[in-house]
């Protein structure tokens, strides 16, 4: 019995309870209005102010650009994790004020190959007072030219997507764009905190049309014997694997995440796609 009651005191509060989070408080901090699912704030910033090409592509901000900060509220505290995108003259600084602002450095990678100019992406970690993690992550973002502000969304033809969407199943749509989020089987944790797909924990696809061919970037959520079975499938469906990359510390079970690009027509790439993510444990 005194064994159970250590670590019944010892285990963190915000394992036991689930909480509402504050979203009118976090949009006060951040200036525009997040999302809420769940317990999960959680709040987007496309760098529409880089134009990033990749062999002559133009990336658009939602393909591969989105820095975001996800909020989970459980009990009386919070966790915060997120993801930074930055060209490399703003590494630097951030990693500065990430440090100033006693929030955690959990990854510095890449996401794309032969991107002009190079762009990093930086994952970070912090728990608290949720709207205290607010403050501190915008006191990060205002040190870099990331737009604040939400920017007025363009009309874009409507695309046929219904040869990918036989294929991977419906999608999101976004302008010129079709996403998806592939979450997976496992109870995945952070820190002994369970984490929803929502925080980051899902496979995520995105297309981008550009006349008769597409564009595709993502991230595989995989554990390590999946790896190289989605490498080789990839690479057999002609997608190219960009990064291999953990975005966590203490993640159970341990995550490997990776990147992919390709360009070409969008049923081959959602063939190639979905060879891959039947070699993982991920809901179809």
Not at 27 to 54: A, C, E, H, M
Request: net charge neutral.
């Amino acid at each position: 019995m005194k064994k159970l009651l250590f670590l019944i005191i010892a285990m963190p509060a915000f394992v036991f309870c689930n909480a509402q989070i504050d979203s009118n408080a976090l949009n006060n901090v951040f200036g525009k209005q997040g999302t809420v699912t769940g317990n999960v704030y959680k709040i987007s910033y496309p760098r529409s102010d880089l134009k990033v090409k990749v062999n002559g592509f133009a990336v658009a901000p939602g393909l591969a650009l989105g820095t975001w900060v996800g909020i989970i509220q459980m009990g009386n505290l919070a966790m915060m994790m997120g993801d930074l995108v930055l060209p490399d003259s703003e590494v630097p600084k951030v990693i500065k004020k990430l440090v100033e602002e006693n929030l955690e450095v959990t990854a510095i990678h890449n996401h794309l190959i032969n991107e002009t100019p190079a762009v990093k992406y930086i994952h970070y970690h912090g728990e608290g007072d949720p709207v205290t993690l607010a403050k501190e992550i915008k006191a990060v973002l205002e040190v870099t030219a990331t737009p604040l502000t939400a920017s007025a969304k363009t009309q874009t033809p409507k695309i046929d997507w219904s040869n990918v969407t036989a294929i991977l199943g419906t999608g999101k749509e976004n302008g010129k764009l079709l996403q998806y989020t592939f979450p997976r089987n496992e109870k995945l944790t952070e820190s002994g905190m369970e984490m929803p797909p929502s925080m980051g924990m899902a496979t995520s696809i995105n297309f981008q049309m550009d006349g008769n061919r597409a564009a595709i970037t993502g991230d595989f959520v995989l554990l390590a014997d999946e790896v190289n079975p989605v490498v080789k499938a990839l690479v057999e469906n002609g997608i190219t694997p960009t990064a291999i990359h953990t975005h966590m510390l203490h993640d159970e079970p341990h995550l490997f995440m990776m990147h992919f690009w390709a360009v070409g027509d969008p049923e081959k790439l959602a063939t190639g796609l979905k060879a891959a993510l039947d070699k993982t444990n991920s809901k179809k």
